[in-house]
Structures are given as C-alpha cells and as structure tokens.
C-alpha cells in the first residue's frame, strides 16, 4: 500500500505516451495476459477526438486510469459517453482515487455538453453499484441482449 502525499492526486486527460502504463497497471489487475492490449488502446485511438478518458497521478506516476468514449447510439441517437474500463493501481486503492477519476469525467462531460455518461456495472457487483449510486448515478431502465458465436 502507498500512500498519496500530501501534493495529492492529480487528474489529467490521457495522452498516447500512457499507453504503456496503464497496460501495466491493468496487467498488475490482472494477471500477465491483462484485459486489454496496446492494439485495443490504438484502435480506439486514445487521445483522440472521440477519447473522453483521464489519467489519475500521484507520487509523480499514474496510478489510475478510466477509459471512456464519445458514441452515438439509440432512436433516437444520443450523445453519450460511454466508459470502458476503471483500473487503480491496487497499492493505491482505496483513497478515492476511483472517484475522482469519474467526478473529472462529469465534470469535463457537463462542460462539454454531453448530456448522458454510462456506465456497464455487473448484476452481481453490489459493492461497484454502491459506488456509481454515490457519485449520482442511477440505475437506467437498458438491459443488454447479448448474443456471443463461441469459436
Ligand atoms: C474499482 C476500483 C477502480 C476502485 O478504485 P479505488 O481508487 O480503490 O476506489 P475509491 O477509493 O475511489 O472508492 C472505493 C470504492 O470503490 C469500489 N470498489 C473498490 N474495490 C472494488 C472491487 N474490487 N469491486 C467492486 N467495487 C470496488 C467500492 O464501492 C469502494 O467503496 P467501499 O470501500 O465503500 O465499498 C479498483 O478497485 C480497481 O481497479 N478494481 C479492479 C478493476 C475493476 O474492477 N474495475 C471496475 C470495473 S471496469
């Protein structure tokens, strides 16, 4: 566990150069393999135009990473940002750094316009529920269909 210093948390919206750490830090998440590759994060062109995600620093590294994306969808089609992925480094969790990665989100989608800001919790994971519910959010009348062709 480390802990934040007094110069505290700062966020910042995520440059390419960060690519690299924060698929070390997905990696400490989640094993060698990771959820997530350098080719995914190039795909979605992160940094770019449609990029809405930020970077959480402390003791002069990132430490925290929320990967979010401007979409069109429904009818009628809507605006919204649509978040893929929160990691935190897990020596820093637990010292609201989650929650102010997601408040710079709100903050930077109000000011932007962008009226709608998603996200995908599991039915099961309670303990995340309770964290969007904290930060404002509500549960939405969508459910997801899923249909996967297994190989
Ligand atoms: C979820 C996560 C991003 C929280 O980061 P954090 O900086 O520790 O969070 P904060 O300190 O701002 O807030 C703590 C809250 O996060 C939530 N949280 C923390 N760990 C969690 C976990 N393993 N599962 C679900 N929610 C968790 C809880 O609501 C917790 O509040 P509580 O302790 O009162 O229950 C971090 O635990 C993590 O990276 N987990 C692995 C990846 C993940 O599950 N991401 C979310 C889905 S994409």
């Known amino acids: 566990m480390a802990n934040v210093k007094k110069s505290g948390v700062s966020i910042r919206r995520v440059a390419r150069s ?18 997530v590759t350098y080719r995914d994060m190039v795909t979605a062109d992160l940094g770019g135009p449609l990029d809405l995600s930020f970077v959480a620093e402390a003791n002069g590294q990132v430490v925290g990473f929320i990967w979010c994306r401007l979409a069109y969808v429904g009818i009628p089609i809507i605006e919204v940002a649509l978040t893929h ?16 990665l997601v408040n710079a989100l709100l903050d930077y989608c109000q000011a932007e316009e962008i009226e709608t800001v998603r996200m995908v919790v599991g039915e099961r994971n309670t303990r995340l529920q309770h964290f969007f519910e904290r930060l404002g959010f509500h549960r939405s009348a969508l459910i997801n269909y899923t249909k996967t062709f297994e190989n």
């Open 85 to 100: 992925m929160m990691v935190v480094d897990p020596d820093y969790q637990g010292q609201g750094i989650a929650g102010k």
């Open 18 to 35: 960060d690519i690299d750490t924060v698929l070390a830090i997905d990696r400490k998440i989640s094993g060698e393999q990771g959820l």
